[in-house]
């Protein structure tokens, strides 16, 4: 396993090293000019020796007059007793050297290093650092080159010369010091800023772990502290936001499976992105072939309009291109007996969202409003034609007997009552088809209820020697509307007294029950209905008899109350004749359950 440095340690390495390449520098720099300054020092001392020798040989004429031992006053008030001086000729002859005794002995010095140096320097001045090879020690030699002569000075190399040729140790002292205090102040520093950023780097390993925030991220208070709490307010925001479109879009996508709209989105090259099942069902019923693959849709031949539509406003345009409006459109498909209402929209990055709307419902029942409109129209010709001949007879004719004016009074009477009803089951019959989700369910107790509508009937029932048998119990309670209730069995009793013709008996029964529903029965022994008009008793306005049931007075609409009554109530209502004659209505109510 490797060795790995904190993110502390490597930025406070980072600036130390450039810290520490930097002082390297200026101590390299600043030792090797404290140096060149104390050399020039020793050069300027030496120098001035070789200047006042030149002087000396030229005001004196000595080398003109060969008396070059007089050089040896000169050296007793130098002020450099130590220093040796050396006077030699431009062809490197030794002219004098107060080192040495025998000095015209001496071998060529012209190839000298330090001769050598001043020949070719432009100020001609040379040094150098080397053993004499007349007296084997170290000199320090420096030589001027003059008109005639090269004069060299020169000082013992010796250990004060060493010592004064280096560089002070006291600014080095001053670097260690300042490398001390500078390692303390660069610890705190990238302690400091190391804090924000290992703080942002657990946050980001935490976010990249899926991990919950269970820290409260606590931040220095300086730039990095500020940006370290921002960014952790900014997330903190953004997963709250995230939080609630992911709230938002799950909602939206049970919302999409229980509509009863069919709605289908697609991208901008017709791919699907999300369908609910009712989309792929009404394709089915829309399109010639069952098909689960909701693209389908743009190989249906029914939705051309919505094919030419797509296509001419699925271009290659900028998303960012500013739209007034969204593009859209719709239609209408009729197929198989079922209408359908499709629309779409076109959004700004060119996706799209389908909408399929089943109407079949409300187009049949615009069409059974239609119809019903006319059948009232028609069914109300006949009371008001009656009432207004009664009326106009009674108007025209003054000298009519009181006698027969009260029987035409009697007659409109009857024909104004049979309206009234009419009017009244057509409202009953409108309210249960258009209001069915306001009706108020409660438990309702039958046998009183059907008890008293069989009270109301008594008199007819006298009249027509007819017998009712009621074999419902008083623990028989339902859950519904009692108004409907009632409308159900009134109406089937009616029926039976109505049609079912004389001294017949009605049997109201509660024959059956389960968990859910009680099931119910109104049995007449009369006449019966024809086979061919049981399949549709239960229309609006239908009669097996007319002219007889006007006669009776009867609406055409009570056996269509009932069936959208037990509709209501989520049960079934069904007619059949009896194997020994007469009707037979059977229905179920829901039970009534605590």
Not at 142 to 148: A, F, I, L, R, T
Not at 506 to 517: G, S
Not at 563 to 574: D, M, N, Q, W, Y
């Amino acid at each position: 396993m490797g060795f790995e440095i904190n993110f502390k340690r490597k930025l406070f390495l980072y600036y130390y090293s450039i810290f520490f390449i930097v002082t390297l520098s200026f101590i390299v720099f600043q030792y090797n000019r404290e140096k060149q300054f104390k050399i020039t020092q020793l050069e300027n001392s030496l120098n001035a020796i070789t200047e006042i020798t030149n002087g000396f040989l030229l005001e004196n004429e000595i080398i003109a007059n060969n008396e070059i031992q007089l050089v040896d006053s000169l050296l007793k008030i130098l002020p450099a007793v130590e220093t040796r001086l050396t006077i030699i000729d431009k062809d490197g002859e030794v002219l004098y050297d107060n080192f040495v005794d025998d000095y015209q002995q001496m071998e060529n010095h012209l190839q000298r290093p330090e001769v050598q140096k001043a020949i070719v320097s432009s100020n001609g001045a040379g040094s150098n650092i080397r053993q004499s090879a007349t007296t084997g020690q170290d000199f320090y030699y420096y030589v001027h080159c003059y008109n005639d002569v090269f004069i060299r000075a020169a000082v013992v190399y010796d250990i004060e010369v060493k010592n004064f040729l280096k560089a002070e140790k006291l600014f080095l002292i001053f670097i260690a010091f300042l490398f001390l205090l500078t390692w303390l102040i660069l610890s705190y520093v990238t302690g400091k800023m190391s804090e924000s950023i290992t703080k942002l780097k657990d946050f980001a390993l935490q976010l990249r772990q899926n991990k919950p925030l269970v820290e409260d991220y606590q931040f220095p208070h300086d730039e990095l502290g500020v940006i370290g709490k921002e960014i952790v307010s900014m997330y903190t925001k953004l997963m709250k936001t995230k939080d609630a479109l992911s709230l938002e879009k799950e909602k939206l996508i049970k919302h999409l499976y229980v509509v009863n709209d069919g709605i289908g989105i697609f991208s901008r090259e017709k791919t699907s992105i999300l369908t609910n099942p009712n989309f792929v069902q009404y394709l089915n019923l829309i399109g010639e072939k069952a098909s689960l693959n909701p693209e389908q849709i743009f190989e249906i031949k029914e939705l051309k309009k919505l094919h030419k539509f797509l296509d001419k406003h699925l271009v290659l345009v900028s998303v960012t291109e500013q739209q007034t409006e969204l593009p859209q459109t719709e239609l209408t498909v009729k197929k198989s007996g079922y209408y359908f209402e499709i629309k779409c929209i076109i959004f700004p990055d060119k996706s799209f969202e389908i909408y399929i709307r089943d109407t079949t419902k409300l187009e049949k029942r615009k069409l059974l409003k239609q119809q019903m409109t006319s059948n009232i129209a028609h069914e109300l010709k006949t009371p008001v034609a009656s009432v207004s001949g009664y009326l106009e007879t009674i108007l025209n004719n003054k000298d009519i007997p009181e006698e027969k004016k009260d029987y035409f009074i009697n007659k409109a009477n009857r024909q104004c009552s049979r309206l009234t009803s009419l009017i009244e089951d057509i409202v009953l019959l409108n309210r249960i088809e258009e209001q069915e989700e306001y009706y108020e369910f409660s438990q309702v107790a039958i046998l009183p209820l059907v008890q008293e509508i069989i009270d109301d009937v008594d008199k007819v029932v006298k009249l027509q020697g007819a017998q009712i048998v009621l074999k419902i119990d008083a623990s028989v309670i339902v859950n519904g509307n009692k108004s409907l209730v009632g409308s159900v069995f009134q109406n089937l009793l009616n029926n039976a007294l109505s049609y079912a013709g004389e001294n017949v008996k009605i049997v109201i029964d509660m024959y059956h029950q389960d968990d859910e529903y009680y099931y119910f029965s109104v049995i007449d022994n009369g006449t019966g209905i024809p086979e061919k008009h049981l399949s549709r008793i239960f229309e609006r306005f239908y009669r097996v008899d007319s002219g007889r049931s006007r006669k009776m007075g009867g609406t055409g609409l009570g056996l269509a109350i009932v069936k959208h009554a037990v509709s209501v109530h989520k049960g079934i209502v069904s007619v059949k004749n009896g194997a020994n004659g007469g009707a037979e209505f059977y229905f179920s109510l829901p039970r009534y359950s605590l």
